[in-house]
């Protein structure tokens, strides 16, 4: 009976412990990283290199991430983008952001700002953690042009996005 317990304790043991795993975030701290698929928390600008895996997906790794302070104006709506282009890069901008002067709650929204310093027209994939929620969700994307601003706006507060499987427009 006490060897039941026992193998009853270690199996919940291994099943907490395996979706505890499966929910973790990869936040890089080195860089430039390994190439493989990251977490960001909000408050980042990320720069992300992009390298062509055949003729039509890309991987990428971490040059930099960088906190950022405070809130992005749709008013003001900013060039928050480098002026020198680093050629195969994307740069990003994971952050809070307001409408109108900000003095209410629904003003607020989470805003990803994509800039893409490739040649190509990209696709990818985002999950995404909204702080209520202890689960990544995969959200729609729109893509991003060669040389354009993309934005995409959640309107609740996100804690974290995932990003992967970059990709070319066919």
Known sequence: MKKNYFLLFLLSSFLSFTLCAQQAVNIPTKFPTEFGVFTFPLGSKILLELKAVDSSKFEYRVLSIEPIEGFYSFKKDENLFSKTIKENTVEIYFMGAYYNEGKEDKDYKSLLLLRDNLAVTLNYKADI?????DEFKNTSI?????????????????????????????
Do not use: C, H, M, N
């Open 129 to 133: 953690k909204y702080y209520y929620s």
């Open 142 to 170: 729109v893509g991003a042009s060669p040389g354009s601003k993309t934005q995409e706006i959640w309107p609740q507060k996100i804690d974290f996005i995932r990003l992967y499987d970059f990709e070319k427009v066919k």
